[in-house]
C-alpha cells in the first residue's frame, strides 16, 4: 500500500484485536477508517470511545455476509485498503457450534472477497497497485507442535485440529486463491495468541485475571503444560501496518511474539502479579485457587512461530516481553472495572458455566 493516508475499510474493528488496531491507526496519523461490525458477543462499540467526534471514523454495524452492505461500503467510501479482522475465535465455542465458524469465517471472507475484487477491478491501474486485501489468521492453522518440533513457519503444511483453525485455514485457502486466480493484491498474516487490553474474558489471560481477583477457581486444562506464543496485541498492530505498507501481494508473514509460555506458567504469573496490585489480607496466595479440570477436545500441545521473515523483510519485531506485556494487561483489567462489568453479561456468565462448570475437576 503505497499511500498511507487514505481511508481504509476494517472489518471486526470492534473486537479485540481490531480495535486496538483501529485506535493504534489513528494515533500514528494515519488516515479515515471505516469499521464494519456486527457487534456480535466479544465485540463492543465501546472500546473505541476515544473516537468518539473524530470525523476519521465512522462506524458501521452490518455483517461480512451481506454482500450489498459490503458492496456497498466499498463504492462509498473507496478505501485503499481492507483490513479483515472480522472471525469467530474461540476455539472452545467452534466445538460447541462449528457452524456459525464456518459461516463466519469461510462465508464471509468469500463474500468480502468477492465484493473486494468487483470494486478493485473497477480502479485505476495506479489505485489498483495500491490496493491491499490484508487477511489476519491464526497460527492454529498449522496444527499442533512436539515439544523439540523446529516452530511454524510460513511454508509449514496446514494441518488445523478444531472447527475454528478448519475455518480460519478454509479462509487462507479462499484468500490465496483469489491472489492466485484473478490477481486481487491479497497478504495474509497469521499470528500466534494475542493478549492486551480489551479482550474478551473467556480467553485464558481475562478470565484467570479476574477469577483471581474475585477469589474464584482458575480452570486450568489437562495438565496445564499446553505451550503457546504470546504477543502482546500492540505489537500485532504494529506488524500489521507494516505489512499494510511493505508487504508483498500473495505473501504470508507469520507474526510471533516469541514468548513460549506453558499454560500454567501463564497462569501462575498472573496470581502472583494479582496478589502484587491487590492483595488480600491474610488471604491464601491466589496460586491456591488453580482447578485442573477436563482438557478439552482435540487439545494442541504446542504452537510457536517463527517470525524471521517479516524480521527480515520488513523490519518488525516484537518490542514487549511477555512479562512487562502481562503487567500492563493484569493492571489494565484491574483498572477498567467498568468496562469487565459491561461485558460480562447473562449470555457470557451463561458460556462460562456451560464450558467450565461441567468440567470434573482432575
Known sequence: MKHMSETILVTGGAGFIGSNFVLSWMREGNGAVVNLDLLTYAGNAANLSPLDGDQRYT???????DAELVGWLLSKHQPGAIVHFAA?????????????????????TFTLLEQARAYWAGQSDADRAAFRFLHVSTDEVYGTLGPSDPAFSETTAYAPNSPYAASKAGSDHLARAYFHTFGLPVVTTNCSNNYGPYQFPEKLIPLMILNALEGKPLPVYGDGQNVRDWLYVEDHCAAIRKVLEAGKPGETYNIGGMSERANIDVVTAICD??????????????????????DRPG??????MDASKIARELGWKPEEGFES??????????????????????AYREWIAKNYAERAAL
Not at 273 to 294: C, H, N, Q, W, Y
Not at 325 to 346: A, I, M, N
Request: aromatic letters at 8%; a positive charge.
Open 59 to 65: 462506524f458501521v454495524r452490518g455483517d461480512i455476509c
Open 88 to 108: 469467530e475465535s474461540h476455539v472452545d465455542r467452534s466445538i460447541v457450534s462449528p457452524g456459525e465458524f464456518v459461516r463466519t469465517n469461510v462465508q464471509g
Open 273 to 294: 502479579l494479582v496478589d502484587e496490585m491487590r492483595p488480600r489480607s491474610g488471604a491464601e496466595p491466589r496460586r491456591k485457587l488453580i482447578t485442573f479440570v477436563g
Open 299 to 304: 487439545h494442541d500441545r504446542r504452537y510457536a
Open 325 to 346: 506485556g502481562l503487567r500492563k494487561t493484569v493492571r489494565w483489567y484491574l483498572e477498567h472495572g467498568d468496562w469487565v462489568d459491561s461485558v460480562r453479561t447473562g
